[in-house]
């Protein structure tokens, strides 16, 4: 069964606002949890890794003031989307690692228009 | 930063014949993963290698590692329909500690299987 949950599985907003997804670890504990971005048919990139109690460190070329990241519980990490632009639009996944398995989230497909 | 290449890029077989996915990396993999996608959906773990010269199988699935830990490849045995998708070499991009879920994917592989 599934070991990683995301919220919502799709949403569309307008431009300039702001997008939150949810990702919880379910019957464990995932003091790190890490976002991915995929662009149509291309691979997985990743964003940022999300730590619980600290702050989240991005890879390179990502907006962190963009891409707001908080990792509020061991269960709960939420990617914040601000201020998003249609270019923004992309398929988010987030992953936990489970007896060394990094696991993955179904997934959340964004449309910004 | 780590490259994985995986060969082919597409692939169409008749249901029941043998194939097999290729990912080549440019530095030593110190972890290996084999996920499957469908469109628009989440990844499916399939199998995680680990050890130079393992190999692991799961019903008609086989992975394997090879002893340099550069190259991994793929096996599905008298696939069928519902094999096809999107199948995805991943690598941790570093050794050790919370590395292990930074994964580094290659382009991944579109497998068609008509029945």
């Known amino acids: 069964g599934a070991v990683v949950s995301q919220h919502p599985s799709r949403v569309i907003c307008k431009s300039g606002t702001s997008v939150k997804i949810e990702c919880r670890s379910l019957?464990?504990?995932?003091?790190?949890m890490f976002w991915y971005r995929q662009f149509p048919k291309q691979s997985l990139m990743l964003m940022a890794t999300?730590?619980?109690?600290?702050?989240?460190?991005?890879e390179q070329g990502v907006e962190k003031d963009k891409f707001l990241i908080n990792h509020a519980s061991l269960t709960l990490s939420t990617l914040t989307v601000t201020s998003a632009h249609p270019e923004d639009s992309s398929f988010y996944i987030c992953?936990?690692?489970?007896?060394?398995?990094?696991?993955f989230g179904p997934g959340t497909r964004l449309t910004v228009l | 930063s780590q490259e994985l290449e995986q060969s082919p890029q597409s692939l169409i077989v008749q249901e029941g014949k043998n194939l097999t996915i290729n990912c080549t990396s440019s530095?030593?993999?110190?972890?290996l993963y084999w996920y499957k996608q469908k469109y628009g959906e989440g990844l499916i773990f399939l199998m995680m290698?680990?050890?130079?010269?393992e190999e692991k199988s799961h019903e008609k699935i086989t992975a394997k590692l090879d002893e340099k830990k550069q190259q991994s490849s793929l096996h599905i045995t008298a696939s069928q329909p519902s094999h096809a998708g999107i199948y995805l070499c991943?690598?941790?991009?570093?050794?050790?500690?919370?590395?292990?879920?930074?994964?580094?994917f290659g382009q991944g592989t579109i497998l068609t299987v008509h029945p």
């Open positions: 530095k030593t993999l110190y972890g």
């Open positions: 999300s730590n619980e109690g600290s702050k989240a460190t991005y």
């Open positions: 290698l680990q050890k130079g010269g």
């Open positions: 019957d464990f504990q995932a003091t790190t």
């Open positions: 991943g690598a941790v991009k570093n050794a050790g500690g919370t590395s292990y879920g930074k994964l580094t």
């Open positions: 992953s936990a690692v489970l007896t060394g398995v990094p696991f």
